[in-house]
């Protein structure tokens, strides 16, 4: 049974940072690419930023130079660093492997 845990979530002011995990278990992690996307109230599910098992990462425009991702293959964990957090970047955010498996999720605010 595959299951993904997200962690690190929360309410910081603009310009702050967070780190987000996401622990997985059920599958042979160093193997897949993981995922990060998020989903704001009245809005698609956006994909963030992305990694696959050589560690090569994708990001979306509007997170470039802001959020780095992660992976820690001894952990069975990937990460996102957010840093210099916006008002925009307010949503659920949530890891995903294969494009089928889906963690709960954790809510990021960013608001003064």
């Known amino acids: 049974q595959v299951q993904l845990v997200e962690s690190g979530g929360g309410l910081v002011q603009p310009g702050g940072s967070l780190r987000l995990s996401c622990a997985a278990s059920?599958?042979?992690?160093?193997?897949?690419?993981m995922g990060w996307y998020r989903q704001a109230p009245g809005k698609q599910r956006e994909l963030v930023a992305g990694?696959?098992?050589?560690?090569?990462?994708t990001y979306a425009d509007s997170v470039k130079g802001r959020f780095t991702v992660s992976r820690d293959d001894t952990k069975n964990t990937v990460y996102l660093r957010m840093n210099s957090l916006k008002s925009e970047d307010t949503a659920i955010y949530y890891c995903?492997?294969?494009?089928?498996?889906w963690g709960q999720g954790t809510q990021v605010t960013v608001s003064s």
């Open positions: 990694i696959i098992s050589g560690g090569r990462k």
């Open positions: 059920g599958i042979i992690f160093r193997l897949n690419a």
């Open positions: 995903n492997t294969a494009d089928i498996y």
